[in-house]
Every structure is written in C-alpha cells, then in structure tokens.
C-alpha cells in the first residue's frame, strides 16, 4: 500500500468561477474541468452568491426594479393566510408595500377566510398541481388573445358554443340545439364536473339564464366562441386574475409535510421525495422555476408569541438578488424539546457569548386575559369587549386593520372593531361535567378525579372499589385516560395555566388528550384565544365551522414569526440588508403596529411622506452598507419613541 499522498495525485484539475446565470447556455462557458457560481455556508445550510466587483446576470429580472410601487405576493398552500397577512405587515414596517394579489388552497372555508380579511387578493380554491397547469394554459391563452393598444377586432363574430339546449326554458338559439354564450367568466384547471375527464375548463354564463345556471365547460367544446374568449382574456390580463412569469415578486407557501414530519415516525429519511406526500415540495420548486420570482419563502416559531414551535424556513432568491437574513428572537421562551444535533448550526438563535436584550417570554396571562368570560354554550360570533387590554401583547393585538397597515383604504377613522369569533368548541354534558370538576389551578388534569391512583412509577390505574359515575351512567373518568400514553400522560382534561405557552398550535381543541382547557373557566379555548396565541390581530375574522376554524388557526403560520419574517424580506427587497445571515429586530418590534413604528423613525403617519423618505433615504445608501451599527441606532430610537408614547411603560 503506497501511503504517499502525492503519489495519488493524478494530474491538475481547471476548476472556474463564473457568475450565476438564468438561462445559461453551456456553449458560451470556456472550457473546464469543474464550474462554481455559488459558495456554501455550513451555517443556516446557505449556497450563496460569490461577491464580485460586476456581478452580471444574463437574464434580467422584470419584478426587480425598485421604484414599483408595490411588490406583488402569491401564496401557495395558503390556508387562511397566516403567513401572506405577516410577510406584508412586516415588509411594510421595512416601507416596501407587500400586497398579497393571489392566493391558492384546496380547502374552501379558509380560502374564504382569507378572503374575508384581503378582498383584493384573488384566492382559487384548488391544489397547487392544477394551479400550475392551469398557469401554463394561461401564458398561453394570453399570448393567442392578447390585444394590442389598437384593439383590433378579429374576423369573427359567432358566440355559439356548440353545447345543446337543456331543459324548456327560454334561450336565445344562434341555430337549432345551440346555445348562445353570454359571457366567460372564470377559469380553471382540473375535473370540476367530476366527470374523470381532467383538462382546461371555463366558466359560462349563458343568454337567457341566470347565474345561478352557469356551468363549466371545456374549453375544446367553444371552439366557437373566439370574441367571448379574447374577451374574458383581456378582461383577465388587465385585472390580473392570474399571475404570467415575471408579474410575482414573492412567493410563499407551506407545502403539507406530513411525509418528513418529526411525528411521523415512518418517513422515509433516505429517499423523502419518493413519498407522494411530499410531492408538494416538487410542485412548489416547479411553480418557483415557472414564475421566476424575486424572492419566495417555503415554511415546512420566538418573536414574542405564547407557544413554542420549532418550524423550518427556507429562503430563496433570484440570483439577481441578495437573499434575506433570519430575523433574530425579539423575546426568551419557555423551551419544551430541542432539535436534534445535526440541525444545531441551522437555530436562529444568539450565540452563547453574544449580547442579546430579550423581553421576558410571552406567556397565556398577556395574550388572553383581557377577554370577556363566556360559556361552554358560548354561540355568538361578535360581541363588545368589556375589559380595556392589560398586558403590552394586548394593546398590540387589539390594533385596527389601519393602525397596523398604514393603508388609508381601510379607513383611517375606523372604530375599534368588535370581538370576532370568541366562542368555544361545544362541549357535550358528560365531556363538560368532568371538566366542570376539574381544580382550577397550575398542573390540574384528569388526575385529580375521585377514582384514580397513581403509582409510583407514574402510571396511573383505576380505584378498585371507587368510580364515580355520570348521570349519563358512564364513569367520571373514561377508559382512555387510563390507556392513553400507557397511563402515563397528564393531558386529558388538563389546564393551561397563566403562566405558561402553549405547546404547539392544535387544529382541534380535544380535552381527551391535549392541555387545552382555560385556566379558570369551564370550557375549552375559544377560536379567537387559539388565534391569539398563533398571533392573529383581533380584526382578523375566519369563516366556516367552529371545527373548521379552528383548523384554520392550528395549520397556519403564525403570525409574529412571518411578520418578523417579512421585515428581514423587506430590507432585502430595498438592498438593506448586511452580509451577516441574521438580523436584528428593530426593539418593540413584536409589539408595535405599523402606526407607532412609523411615528418613531419618521415622526409622520402619511404613507405619501413616508415614501418620499425612504426612497431619499435609498438614493443615500449603497447596497450592502447598512451594517449592525446602523441597525442598533435604530432600534435605540424605536425603544425612546415607543416609551414615549401613550400607554406604553415597562
């Protein structure tokens, strides 16, 4: 065996940079062994771009230009718009208008929730797959229909579809059989006849019926109606009903990820993308690759919220771009599990030497005590509140939709609105005869019931001679307490209390086996307390079932975390950001809304003003050049201002 290491040498190798490039064709690289356009940071898993003294990209970005006047958001997998609602609130505290234009999810009620808060945003009710496809039918009606300034008409008139008269009411026929079509009016990729027959699908109304009667059809069957169709195109073009590759300057989205989730402990950890579950995470880069956005999030949370949850975020960028720093935590937190070794280097965290001021950690007292008290009967959607807030996170949370966009179209003498959605899930009698009889106080579960013992090694067993019954005939204390966990969990029937988080957002309040009974009422949490805890201002409303509701809370992104999130994107967009992956929030940032932000570095509430200044203020600085230094005189002026204003002490 030669152990002479220079004897294995085999010959030299020609390894050259080149910059990174969209659309690059292998004929105009000079010949070598190995190419590089990125390096690799071991910390936060990061391939970046290699600086250079002219870094040039062979395709040009057209959502890059900084004078646009809003930056426009998609938002895969949206749910009910946990993550789009914060990335916007918290680029606009970086002064770059994020406005969420489209938003795609399978589930109906929380597209509706969504809705119900961004009635600009068009939201499509469907899986992300069909939403590609139907993104790539849509280039391509666009590029055949498209209608230059000269609105030229084309050499046909007829409107008649082809499809046969239903029924005995009146329609106006072009020939016998036939109806007229009116109008298109919307569009879509899929099976929505449920028919098995998958494929391109457009809305019609047709003449003479009502829209009630409207039906899909495909789109081979109006071959017909070409003036209807350069219609609704145009139409669909000029109020951007779907997004073309260039027109998304973000995008977002949480692909499912039950497939490689921690809780499923049969992933497949050598091969993850053979599961179909994780498809969703293919579908997602290939929307990116599609669209060719700016900049995009993919979410798979400690920035002042009462839960503790480890999630997993990954930016990307244009190669145009510099990508965004991880926001630093703005609060300490009640620590219940730690990621596993190998993924240490990838927690945004301070490190153990590095000065860091955190607030106290967020607990249930300042999210929730400030709520009217309400029954297991509770039903009312909107009620008054009756208590004025109490804690720093309630003044915060109370904020109107102005105070925390800025955005004059919602109203700048808007009242406080009502509490929306503070109702429970309905506990039945013998659920909520058990809960009744649980002690109010830290630590309280089904333990301590009359009729369980517990051991000595923590497992709990039924009282041989006593078990209470209910008036139902069932036991006090159901079997499933016993058996749950093998006796030894302390969750069924148990009580936050005060001072604690809560451990991971839930998508329903079971009392059988999660801590979720309030701390000194009889009843579970309510909607609008588990939208708290996931940091959703008040004025944010859900739509659907209680169960559904509740669904919506515990799947989305909470709201503190892409708000946070959103200002690191914010600075990115405006060319602010440092060379450091992270990045330090401006102080009371989690708790202050747009409004209060903006008086402390501006000392002026107009958005007009507000954005006269900032692009002075982006003529001034070079990219890259605000470094910490710049970022701490800020934050020292954010904390003098906010302790400044009214109702804001420590």
């Known amino acids: 065996m030669n152990d002479n290491l220079i004897d294995c040498i085999?010959?030299?190798?020609?390894?050259?940079?080149?910059?990174?490039?969209?659309?690059?064709?292998?004929?105009?690289?000079?010949?070598?062994?190995?190419?590089?356009?990125?390096?690799?940071?071991?910390?936060?898993?990061?391939?970046?771009?290699?600086?250079?003294?002219?870094?040039?990209?062979?395709?040009?970005?057209?959502?890059?230009?900084?004078n646009k006047t809003e930056l426009a958001l998609l938002d895969l997998y949206s749910g009910c718009g946990g993550m789009s609602t914060g990335l916007c609130l918290g680029?606009?505290?970086?002064?770059?208008?994020?406005?969420?234009?489209?938003?795609?999810?399978?589930?109906?009620?929380?597209?509706e929730s969504l809705k119900l808060n961004h009635s600009d945003t068009h939201v499509?009710?469907?899986?992300?797959?069909?939403?590609?496809?139907?993104?790539?039918?849509?280039?391509?009606?666009?590029?055949?229909?498209?209608?230059?300034?000269?609105?030229?008409?084309?050499?046909?008139?007829?409107?008649?579809?082809?499809?046969?008269?239903?029924?005995?009411?009146?329609?106006?026929?072009?020939?016998d059989g036939e109806l007229e079509v009116s109008k298109l009016v919307d569009i879509c990729f899929g099976d929505p006849n449920e028919t098995g027959k998958r494929g391109l699908y457009l809305?019609?109304?047709?003449?003479?019926?009502?829209?009630?009667?409207?039906?899909?059809?495909?789109?081979?069957?109006?071959?017909?109606?070409?003036?209807?169709?350069?219609?609704?195109?145009?139409?669909?073009?000029?109020?951007?009903?779907?997004?073309?590759?260039?027109?998304?300057?973000?995008?977002?989205?949480?692909?499912?990820?039950?497939?490689?989730?921690?809780?499923?402990?049969?992933?497949?950890?050598?091969?993850?993308?053979?599961?179909?579950?994780?498809?969703?995470?293919?579908?997602?880069?290939?929307?990116?690759?599609?669209?060719?956005?700016r900049l995009g999030i993919i979410a798979a949370g400690c920035?002042?919220?009462?839960?503790?949850?480890?999630?997993?975020?990954?930016?990307?960028?244009?190669?145009?771009?510099?990508?965004?720093?991880?926001?630093?935590?703005?609060?300490?937190?009640?620590?219940?599990?730690?990621?596993?070794?190998?993924?240490?280097?990838?927690v945004v965290a301070y490190d153990e030497e590095q000065p860091r001021e955190l607030e106290k950690a967020t607990v249930i007292q300042d999210a929730i005590s400030d709520l009217p008290a309400v029954m297991n009967t509770e039903t009312r959607d909107e009620m008054p509140y009756q208590n004025p807030p109490e804690t720093e996170f309630q003044r915060y949370i109370r904020s109107t939709k102005y105070e925390m966009t800025g955005s004059k179209s919602n109203g700048t003498t808007e009242k406080r609105p009502l509490l929306y959605d503070h109702r429970p899930y309905f506990l039945f009698e013998d659920d909520y005869l058990r809960v009744c009889q649980i002690p109010k106080r830290k630590g309280a579960n089904f333990r301590d019931l009359p009729g369980v013992i517990v051991g000595a090694d923590n497992v709990v067993r039924r009282h041989p001679t006593e078990n209470p019954l209910l008036p139902s005939g069932k036991p006090l204390v159901p079997e499933y307490c016993f058996t749950f966990e093998h006796g030894k969990s302390k969750r069924p029937f148990a009580r936050l209390w005060w001072d604690e988080n809560l451990p991971t957002a839930l998508t329903f309040p079971s009392c059988h086996n999660q801590v979720v009974l309030h701390p000194e009422q009889d009843r579970v949490l309510t909607i609008r307390e588990f939208a708290r805890l996931q940091g959703f201002p008040d004025y944010y409303r859900f739509y659907g079932t209680v169960k559904e509701r509740y669904c919506q809370i515990g799947n989305a992104v909470a709201v503190p975390v892409s708000r946070a999130l959103g200002y690191a994107l914010g600075l990115a967009c405006r060319k602010l950001n440092g060379n450091e992956p992270l990045v330090t929030l401006p102080s009371k940032f989690s708790h202050s809304n747009y409004l209060q932000l903006s008086k402390c570095v501006f000392g002026n509430t107009s958005n007009e003003v507000n954005s006269r200044q900032f692009r002075a203020l982006d003529a001034e600085v070079t990219p890259g050049s605000i470094g910490q230094d710049s970022r701490v005189e800020d934050s020292t002026q954010l904390q003098t201002c906010y302790n400044n204003q009214p109702g804001n002490t420590d």
């Open 10 to 66: 085999m010959g030299k190798a020609n390894v050259t940079h080149i910059t990174p490039r969209v659309g690059l064709k292998l004929a105009s690289i000079s010949s070598s062994d190995f190419y590089y356009d990125m390096e690799y940071c071991v910390d936060y898993s990061t391939f970046r771009n290699i600086p250079t003294d002219a870094s040039t990209v062979t395709e040009s970005q057209p959502c890059s230009e900084l």
């Open 91 to 111: 680029a606009k505290t970086a002064s770059v208008n994020l406005v969420t234009r489209w938003a795609v999810d399978s589930d109906r009620s929380a597209g």
């Open 303 to 346: 920035y002042g919220l009462p839960q503790f949850r480890l999630r997993v975020f990954l930016w990307g960028a244009h190669p145009s771009e510099v990508i965004p720093q991880f926001p630093l935590p703005t609060h300490d937190v009640i620590v219940r599990y730690w990621p596993p070794p190998e993924f240490e280097r990838n």
């Open 124 to 175: 499509r009710n469907e899986s992300a797959e069909d939403f590609l496809e139907l993104l790539k039918a849509w280039e391509k009606l666009c590029k055949r229909y498209n209608v230059s300034s000269t609105e030229r008409k084309l050499p046909f008139r007829s409107n008649s579809s082809g499809a046969k008269k239903r029924g005995n009411s009146e329609v106006h026929e072009i020939s």
């Open 203 to 293: 809305k019609v109304h047709w003449k003479g019926y009502s829209a009630s009667e409207d039906t899909w059809e495909p789109i081979k069957s109006l071959s017909k109606c070409k003036e209807s169709m350069q219609d609704f195109v145009r139409k669909g073009m000029k109020s951007n009903i779907l997004p073309l590759p260039g027109e998304v300057d973000v995008i977002c989205g949480g692909p499912p990820c039950q497939g490689i989730s921690g809780y499923n402990r049969f992933r497949n950890c050598a091969s993850p993308l053979d599961d179909e579950r994780n498809r969703q995470i293919v579908i997602f880069m290939d929307m990116v690759k599609f669209l060719k956005p």
